[in-house]
């Protein structure tokens, strides 16, 4: 047993600590279940609820999350267009998210599958002063597709 102010009071009988706990106006909580004696300890359990709830705020507030955006090209994208969208990733991965490019075919353009391979090849050189491949290109369906990762500095 340890008192509100972390002295251990040693081994008591449940009535006598939770006497204990009541006449300090606090709350009796157990804090190792597992430990042969169970370990109990003399605290505010609401005011305990309160601190971990804000601890956890905090943590979130300071842990970022990765998004995946992604661009669709076609492979007649003309090469303003792309330079364009490589903006758009650039921006992405600049700002610490993770970009997928996608290359989708229609119709006939599934023969020209080597045109999309090309575009993805040309948008991870234009990428590799600050992204690296994290999924290398494959096809899937109609769609070609990479996810480029901002590099660790």
């Known amino acids: ?3 509100d102010i972390g002295e251990q009071l040693g081994i008591l009988p449940i009535a ?9 106006d606090m709350d009796l909580v157990e804090v190792a279940a597992e430990a042969v004696p169970p370990v109990c300890r003399i605290m505010d359990f609401g005011k305990y ?3 971990q709830a804000r601890r956890q705020k905090e943590a ?4 970022t999350t990765i998004l995946v955006k992604e661009v669709k090209l076609g492979p007649k994208t003309d090469t303003h267009d792309f330079d364009f969208k490589a903006k758009h990733v650039r921006r992405f991965i600049e700002e610490g998210n993770k970009a997928k490019v996608t290359v989708r075919f229609k119709g006939r353009e599934m023969a020209h599958t080597e045109l999309g391979w090309k ?3 040309r948008m991870q050189e234009l990428m590799s002063d600050l992204a690296v ?3 290398h290109p494959r096809m899937e369906g109609r769609m070609l597709s990479m996810i480029l990762s ?3 500095h």
């Open 16 to 24: 006598q600590a939770l006497e204990l706990a009541k006449q300090k």
């Open 60 to 63: 979130r507030k300071k842990q």
């Open 150 to 152: 901002p590099k660790a």
């Open 119 to 121: 575009m993805l090849n």
């Open 1 to 3: 047993m340890v008192s």
């Open 133 to 135: 491949v994290e999924s």
């Open 49 to 51: 609820k309160y601190t």
